[in-house]
Every structure is written in C-alpha cells, then in structure tokens.
C-alpha cells in the first residue's frame, strides 16, 4: 500500500484524527482541497467550547461533547492554545420560558453536566448587571477556544508524529481494492491515484458526496445545509456583558436561538440564526436586510441594544442530516465493514458541537476495530 491510513479533509475534525492517529500508526497522509486547514465550518463558527446541555441524552453529540469539553480544556492548557472558561448564561424572559428553562437544566444533569447553577433573576442580574431575565441557568464549564491556533497545534502535532499533509489536493474518485482503497486526487497540475489500507472520510459540507464516490451512501446520509449568519456589536455595547447568553432553545430547534457570543478579544457577535439553503450553493455573505430580525430576537435579553449598534458580519453553513421539519439529528461515525467497506470511515453530519467534541471524536475513531493492534 502507498499509504496506511488517509484522512479526507483538513477541518477541526480530520486535523484531531490526524493527531491521535499518527501517535500509534505510521504513514497518515491527509488531503484537503484548499491551500490550507480550516477554510471551510471549522473557521465559521462561534469558537464556543460547548459542555453539552441539549442534546438527547442517548446521543452521540451528548456523550461526545461531555467528554469533548473536558478533553478540549485540558489540550488547551497543555498546548497552550489560547481559550477562556467565560461562562454561559441561559435566560428565561417569561413565565412559559421559565418552564422551558427547567427542561434544559434537566436535560443538562441527564448528560452528566452536573455544573448548571438554577438562578433567580437577582441572582442572575449580579453575574449580568446589564441584561433582562426572569430566570436563567449559569454553566461554568462553557467556554471560547481560538479554533484557529486550535487547528495550528493539531495540525503541528501531527506532522510532529511524521504525518504528511497534502493541500490544494481534492479526492475525486475511491475506489475498493481487494485490499485496501485506490483514491484518485485532483491537483493543479493534473489527477493522479494512490492506494490506502484505511479511509477517513470528514470532508464535512461534502462528506454526503465522498460517502457517494465511495459506493457507502444510503439516504440517510444526505446531507441539507442551513446558513447561521451573524451580526458584530459595536458602539462599545460589546464591554456590556461578560458571558456568553444564550435564550431557551425551542422545539425542535435547528440552531440554538439568535444569541450573545464574545471572541477572546472580547469582541461581542449575535447568531447564528439557521437558515435553509434548498440549493445547497454556498453563500458566505450576510445580508443587511436580516439586522431587524436580529435585533428584535437579542433586545428581548440584551435591553441595551439598538438597532443601529449591530452590523453585518461573518457566516458559516451547518452540514445537518436534518431538513425542516424533521427530529434532530445525530452524528453518524461508522466504520463502514457491514457494507462490505472495512475501514473506510464516514464522518457525516458533523455540525455543532463539532469543535468542542473534536478531540472525542478523534478518540473515538481510534477505538474501533480496524485500528485494533
Ligand atoms: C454557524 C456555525 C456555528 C458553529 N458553532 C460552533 C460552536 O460554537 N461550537 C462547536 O463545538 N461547534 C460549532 N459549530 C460546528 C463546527 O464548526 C463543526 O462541527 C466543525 O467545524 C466541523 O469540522 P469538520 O472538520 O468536520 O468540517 P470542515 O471544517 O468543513 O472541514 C472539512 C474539510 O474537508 C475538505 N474537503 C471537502 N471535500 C473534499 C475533497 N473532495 N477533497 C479534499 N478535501 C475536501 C474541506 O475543504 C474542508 O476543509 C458551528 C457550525 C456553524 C456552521
């Protein structure tokens, strides 16, 4: 074989694997479209290192982003990545939102997030002077991770345990052997094919189709993208709040709920919203036409806003296994031997917490079989 084993895609997700990977095995070769790592989900996010509060409780995204959000912290510090335990209030504005409340924080200590602090409203008023509540609940263990140097360190890591990273190289075509795989790579100067005993595939907004050219797709794989937009805080209003504030998630939510988020330089940002993209094209701009929506959705919490204080800023688009309408999703990471495909892996659905639960998920893969020594 030309290789042992080959990641698809250099985002949070295929850089962890990599990482974990190639302390144990030998010849980990990535590849990633772009001219470097991180250029697509993992650099448009909220940077927020979850602790996991809503999912359901029998869930990957649950059991992975617990564990994700220990493992994170303690990387960051060994790593020095840079990062902060900010905090995270969620609020309550009324009585019915109250009720909502109590099933978040029940649902919180069902996942094993035993830190989640009920507070009256005073109480919640002495953490947020400047916000409106009734009720709220605060989660210590919720904090913000610059993704960027996150990516750095991992991708450091790997190529420090002689991984090999090849970019402006997109996968084109995979095919089985009788042992092994035969990828074929696209590359400025022409495709060329090599042969791999293991697969990775976390090619996230593109995973569905990497499943395709694999012969592993199966409906239930495809993917639907949903845009989250996000509008800066200016005029100072940023230095109002020292946590991140989220409102009660609704049914079925396909986001989290226009929210407060603040970066490590304590810039302050509202979103994602979720918007669905029924043509799948790919649109990173954030219209002005949406800053009155996201204005009356932040108000309700963030009395000290106007309208005129927030602008226009960045977007990401979530690969979500779930169109409107429908249950919320799981991840799917699946070793895909029963169709007939050992060790190839698809990573599919891999939207939030995708950065908390990198490293989790990095260990997960290394726990199955084919890497069995
Ligand atoms: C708006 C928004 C907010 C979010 N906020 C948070 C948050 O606060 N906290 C959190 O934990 N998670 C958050 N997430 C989720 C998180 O960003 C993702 O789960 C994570 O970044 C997924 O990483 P990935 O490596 O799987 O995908 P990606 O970052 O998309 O990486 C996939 C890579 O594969 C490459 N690729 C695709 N096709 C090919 C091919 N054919 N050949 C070679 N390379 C290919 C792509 O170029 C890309 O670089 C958010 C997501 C969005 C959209």
Redesign the pocket.
């Known amino acids: 074989m030309d290789t042992n084993i080959t990641i ?7 850089l962890a694997i990599a990482a974990k990977l190639s302390e144990t095995f030998p010849d980990v070769f990535v ?4 001219d470097n ?6 650099s ?7 602790s996991g509060i809503y999912y359901p409780a029998d869930s990957l995204k649950a059991s992975l982003c617990v564990e994700g959000n220990r493992m994170l912290y303690d990387y960051c510090i060994k790593k020095d990545v840079n990062h902060k335990k900010c905090g995270k209030l969620v609020v309550a504005t009324d009585q019915p939102e109250e009720e909502i409340l109590l099933k978040v924080f029940k649902q919180s200590k069902i996942n094993g997030v035993l830190d989640g602090l009920l507070l009256t409203k005073d109480q919640a008023l002495k953490l947020e002077p400047n916000i409106f509540c009734t009720a709220a609940i605060f989660y210590p263990s919720t904090g913000i991770v610059d993704s960027h140097g996150l990516m750095k360190r991992l991708e450091s890591d790997a190529v420090i345990n002689q991984a090999t990273f090849a970019y402006n ?4 075509g995979i095919e089985k052997l009788e042992m092994g795989y035969l990828i074929s790579v696209k590359e400025a100067s022409g495709t060329y094919s090599f042969t791999a005993n293991t697969v990775i595939n ?5 995973s569905d189709e ?1 499943a395709g050219l694999s012969g592993t797709f199966e409906p239930s794989y495809k993917l639907y993208f949903w845009k ?1 937009s996000y509008f800066g805080v200016g005029n100072r209003k940023n230095k109002l709040i020292e946590h991140l504030v989220y409102p009660v998630p609704h049914e079925n939510t396909t986001g989290l709920g226009v929210h407060a988020t603040l970066d490590l330089n304590h810039g302050m940002k509202l979103g ?1 919203d979720a918007t669905f993209l029924e043509n799948k094209k790919i649109d990173y701009t954030v219209p002005k036409t949406r800053q009155a929506d996201f204005y009356q959705a932040a108000r309700k919490f963030l009395p000290f806003l106007e309208e005129g204080d927030i602008h226009p800023d960045q977007a ?4 979500k296994l779930q169109k409107p309408g429908d249950p919320t999703s799981d991840f799917i990471i699946k070793d895909e031997h029963a169709k007939g495909m050992p060790g190839f892996i698809n ?1 599919i659905g ?8 990198c490293l989790s998920i990095a260990k997960m893969v290394s726990r199955f079989s084919i890497f069995a020594k």
């Open positions: 698809i895609g250099a985002g949070v997700v295929g590849l990633e479209k772009h790592f991180g250029q697509e989900t993992s448009r996010n909220s940077e927020v290192i979850h190289a997109e996968v084109v976390a090619a996230g907004l593109a990497i989250g994602p990401g688009i979530r690969p990573l891999i939207e939030s917490p995708g950065l908390t639960s």
